[in-house]
T-cell receptor
Framework: RKEVEQDPGPFNVPEGATVAFNCTYSNSASQSFFWYRQDCRKEPKLLMSVYSSGNEDGRFTAQLNRASQYISLLIRDSKLSDSATYLCVVNLAPGGYQKVTFGIGTKLQVIP | DAGVIQSPRHEVTEMGQEVTLRCKPISGHNSLFWYRQTMMRGLELLIYFNNNVPIDDSGMPEDRFSAKMPNASFSTLKIQPSEPRDSAVYFC?????????????FGEGSRLTVL
């Protein structure tokens, strides 16, 4: 089983739609969780951290379910500029070090 | 502020040649990561340094791959001899390791093609 699993998509959604991505992780000892965004032929960049209580940043909402070992990202009112690949990231952080594992990414295409 | 700087941005080489990729992390960061990205496998961690010391090299595919970090401002990833299956984008990332948090900042990547 992969350490971090995501549906690679693509998800094709119209502008203004709400879209949700899920991601599951295998190691229950994982410490911290993130969503990164990667534009075509660019480097990944941090989109947002994911906290146990859930957190929101504008149109983006991230949630963590430790019991079921999954995290989610919800994008409301999709914009054309949201088209990108969204990477689920898990940090196992053994002994205070970092063991950062990326999912394969979910590709989102927002259509006019 | 300067971000993570990688060179070369693009490299095309022939099978059997040596390839050296270079990375300058963000000043003050104490963790450095080398990742490889392909369509099929996504981003794979090759090696992780903390305070210039290799902590986790379990992702290094085989003996043809080696990485060094002689000081806090420079790291190299070497492939010798290179093979066509090594073709990928190689990313270097750095962070400030504050326990289990710490955003990774990526360089623009080195796109390697081995013919």
């Amino acid at each position: 089983r992969k350490e971090v699993e995501q549906d690679p998509g693509p998800f094709n959604v119209p502008e203004g739609a709400t879209v949700a991505f899920n991601c599951t992780y295998s190691n229950s000892a994982s410490q911290s969780f993130f969503w990164y965004r990667q534009d075509c032929r660019k480097e990944p960049k941090l989109l947002m951290s994911v906290y146990s209580s859930g957190n929101e940043d504008g149109r983006f909402t991230a949630q963590l379910n430790r019991a079921s070992q999954y995290i989610s990202l919800l994008i409301r009112d999709s914009k054309l500029s949201d088209s990108a690949t969204y990477l689920c990231v898990v940090n196992l952080a053994p002994g205070g070090y970092q063991k950062v594992t990326f999912g394969i990414g979910t590709k989102l295409q927002v259509i006019p | 502020d300067a971000g993570v700087i990688q060179s070369p941005r693009h490299e095309v080489t022939e099978m059997g040649q040596e390839v050296t990729l270079r990375c300058k992390p963000i000043s003050g960061h104490n963790s450095l990561f080398w990742y490889r990205q392909t369509m099929m496998r996504g981003l794979e961690l090759l090696i992780y340094f903390n305070n210039n010391v290799p902590i986790d090299d379990s992702g290094m595919p085989e003996d043809r791959f080696s990485a060094k970090m002689p000081n806090a401002s420079f790291s190299t990833l070497k492939i010798q001899p290179s093979e066509p299956r090594d073709s990928a984008v190689y990313f270097c990332a750095s962070s400030w390791n504050s326990g289990n948090t710490g955003e990774l900042f990526f360089g623009e990547g080195s796109r390697l093609t081995v013919l």
